[in-house]
């Protein structure tokens, strides 16, 4: 089992650093370092699992300034994240786009939208009277995917000219595009500083 779970962290990293390439030049320029302290599998939506799992989630991300051929869809910025679980329940990391409007001089919005992949539960085992199956049901989040998508909602301040602050919430699901059947979903919210590095 631990052996198949290493195979499988090997595996996920190698698809992150694969989509990391495809989504960043090499001449990328980073911009700013986030982190975050959020609460695990809320049930903010009414959907999904809502509570099976505890703990927090310890976020880190890296942002790059936006490269030129992104310019046609508002300029997002990318980012490489990764969120581990306090519990050790569901871990995640991935990459993705943010794109951000200021409001006023201090207060700004945010959206992310990415791929993440995550060492959770996918699928039950089959046997509905197995104990394990009953166990993973009523414990972990049943997600159906290796591969889910990751979206985010942040409203921010701008302390100043170098730190930020922020309320976030994200959402990782496959959509039933990424695969089919149990899709559970998972919820986290919480809050987000982030450092912005000078020109």
């Not at 595996?11 to 960043?24: D, K, N, R, T």
């Not at 030129?68 to 300029?75: A, H, M, N, T, Y």
């Not at 679980?85 to 794109?99: E, H, I, K, P, R």
């Not at 922020?166 to 699901?173: D, M, R, Y």
């Amino acid at each position: 089992m631990a052996r198949m779970q290493n195979i499988k962290w090997i595996a996920m990293a190698a698809a992150a650093l694969g989509i990391a390439g495809i989504a960043l030049p090499a001449q990328a320029q980073l911009e700013e370092v986030r982190f975050g302290v959020l609460m695990h599998d809320v049930n903010v939506t009414g959907n999904g699992a809502g509570g099976k799992e505890g703990g927090v989630n310890f976020a880190a991300e890296l942002v790059f300034a936006s490269p030129e051929f992104l310019s046609w869809v508002g300029s997002p910025r990318p980012f490489i994240n990764g969120s581990i679980n306090s519990d050790g329940l569901t871990n995640f990391g991935g990459v993705g786009l943010a794109w951000a409007v200021d409001f006023s001089n201090r207060f700004y919005g945010e959206i992310d939208f990415g791929v993440s992949v995550h060492d959770g539960i996918t699928e039950l085992p089959p046997n509905p009277a197995d104990p394990v199956r009953i166990q993973l049901d009523a414990t972990r989040v049943i997600l159906g995917s290796d591969v889910l998508f990751r979206t985010v909602f942040a409203l921010g301040t701008h302390l100043s000219d170098r730190w930020d602050a922020a309320l976030v919430f994200e959402h990782l699901s496959h959509g039933q595009i990424l695969a089919q059947g149990r899709n559970e979903g998972l919820d986290n919210i919480g809050l987000r500083i982030a450092y912005k590095f000078g020109n």
